[in-house]
């Protein structure tokens, strides 16, 4: 049993996740990003699970890292950190992972929310990489997932100031795809999930996985991945039975095969 | 926090705050901020409270900032205002714009700069005959802050929210109620009664669908069509879930008077 993390029984073929160490607002120590990394690799693996949604509580989804657990480490300390290992594992996860965010979701949180694919946040909701204000940098992909989500301006503004931005900002800028009213935010990221769930899942996994490379391949090969990638799905049950439920105007029925 | 420059209590749901310098018609230094500032967070925590009303004490309502607070000497280092403005007077207002419950303002005499936009950011005021209203910016060089360059077009319209802030013409409670600045302007003697009466009554209406409603308004002044329509549908999800509106209905098929908890 997870200590930091609650998960709900599984419903519809969506897993839901909520961070929960309410008292640190949710900071991430080592320990909950291990209970995350080894959830999503279990999750990975079970064919039940379809889409997961990721949330915190309604203060914050996280404020950051665990400052004090970071203060303990010297420089052998950092680069024996297991940490990025567990990043790692976070952003191989091959569903889709869709985060709601209510409240701060600053340094680590905001890092870990842009692991997600999809990310629904609420109106009050704010985004950030405070970590200059400590002397350091964002450790996480807070440099380099941002820039990508939002450009260089604003990404080097928030880096460089760790000033956060509202949830408005963050939509105009890209960095989540919809706002809501704060009570809403997670039932609106379910609803996403249950309808992602609905189809089919191995077309679902080469979706995740070709739109990921296009954030870090040229685009000749990005379209070369993705022809690989849809020519691949032409051997799957699940196409003929997509392309022929439609001509037949019913509903298809997806085996994950 | 023991307060000094207001006043605050909480009777029959109702948490009344009231500013208490009448010396100084009310204005605000750096100490009655942050008296506001608790008490506005005290209300918003308190379960007990399904209103908030404002009002001061003696002759004035608020004379906005108190000068004397400020050094503008010649020769002493220009003020940043921007940052007096951004730690007292804007959080101030966002928490009465996003108070979860009805605030009712109590304007028992000059209103005058940003205690003219404290009234104003209120959701139902009431005034008393002889208070009034001054954007009085201008005449120092500034332009109205608080809010009032927001909220006056949307009260008054462009035309009078830019002659007032421009001449810096007093305007009576009267005239504010004519022009739709303010809900009701009353006799000085019933101001504080009507103005209670009106909160305690808002105190046993359902709380949060009120709230709702003023999130909803709130949002309509920057939102499209469509978007309000979206947010009302939102909304009503959250509200239609509420025991009140349970209670509501139920009340009504039976021919009763609701009781309303407030969620």
């Given at each position: 049993?997870?200590?930091?993390?609650?998960?709900?029984?599984?419903?519809?073929g969506v897993l839901i996740l909520r961070l929960n160490r309410p008292d640190a607002l949710n900071a991430l120590n080592t320990a909950l990003l291990e209970e995350l990394a080894d959830l999503l690799d279990d999750a990975g693996l079970n064919d039940d699970v379809r889409s997961v949604v990721i949330t915190g509580n309604e203060r914050a989804f996280a404020a950051g890292a665990d400052v004090r657990e970071m203060a303990g480490l010297d420089a052998v300390g950092v680069m024996q950190d297991p940490r990025p290992r567990y990043w790692a594992r976070i952003a191989a996860f091959p569903k889709p992972l869709i985060a709601a965010v209510n409240g701060y979701c600053l340094g680590g949180g905001c890092e870990l929310m842009m692991h997600a694919d999809i990310v629904v946040a609420s109106s009050d909701a704010q985004f950030g990489q405070p970590e200059i204000n400590l002397g350091i940098i964002p450790g996480a992909g807070g440099t380099q997932r941002l820039i990508r989500a939002v450009g260089k301006a604003l990404a080097s503004q928030m880096v460089m100031t760790g000033q956060p931005i509202d949830a408005e900002r963050a939509l105009q800028a890209g960095l989540v795809s919809e706002l809501t009213e704060p009570e809403l935010c997670l039932e609106r990221a379910i609803d996403i999930a249950r309808r992602i769930a609905r189809q089919a899942p191995l077309a679902m996994q080469q979706a995740k996985d070709v739109l990921n490379r296009a954030q870090e391949s040229h685009l000749a090969a990005g379209l070369a991945y993705e022809r690989k990638a849809f020519?691949?799905?032409?051997?799957?049950?699940?196409?003929?039975?997509?392309i022929r439920a439609f001509i037949e105007k019913r509903r298809p029925d997806y085996r994950g095969r | 926090m023991s307060y000094q420059h207001i006043e605050y209590r909480v009777d029959q749901g109702v948490a009344i705050l009231t500013f208490n310098r009448p010396a100084s018609l009310n204005s605000f230094n750096a100490e009655m901020h942050a008296e506001v500032r608790d008490a506005l967070k005290s209300a918003r925590r308190d379960a007990a409270v399904r209103c908030l009303m404002i009002t001061g004490n003696g002759r004035g309502f608020c004379a906005g900032q108190d000068l004397s607070d400020r050094n503008v000497a010649p020769g002493a280092e220009r003020p940043d205002l921007g940052q007096s403005i951004e730690r007292n007077y804007n959080p101030m207002i966002r928490a009465l714009r996003d108070f979860p419950a009805?605030?009712?303002?109590?304007?028992?005499?000059v209103a005058a700069g940003a205690g003219a936009n404290i009234a104003l950011a209120c959701d139902i005021v009431f005034a008393a005959r002889s208070a009034s209203f001054i954007q009085a910016f201008c005449k120092i060089g500034l332009v109205p802050d608080s809010g009032g360059t927001w909220t006056l077009p949307r009260l008054v319209g462009h035309a009078r929210a830019t002659a007032l802030s421009m001449l810096g013409d007093k305007i009576g409670a009267e005239q504010a109620a004519q022009w739709g600045m303010i809900w009701s302007c009353v006799e000085d003697d019933a101001l504080y009664d009507s103005a209670l009466a009106?909160?305690?009554?808002?105190?046993?209406?359902?709380?949060?669908?009120?709230?709702?409603?003023?999130?909803?308004?709130n949002a309509s002044s920057t939102n499209s069509l469509d978007q309000q329509l979206d947010l009302e549908r939102d909304l009503q999800t959250l509200a239609g879930r509420t025991d009140d509106y349970r209670e509501g209905v139920a009340a009504f098929m039976e021919k009763r008077q609701p009781q309303f908890q407030g969620n």
């Open positions: 049993m997870p200590t930091f993390l609650l998960t709900e029984p599984l419903h519809n020519t691949l799905l032409a051997a799957t049950e699940d196409r003929n039975e997509g | 009805p605030v009712v303002c109590a304007v028992n005499g009106c909160a305690r009554q808002l105190a046993t209406q359902p709380t949060r669908g009120l709230a709702l409603i003023k999130r909803a308004l």
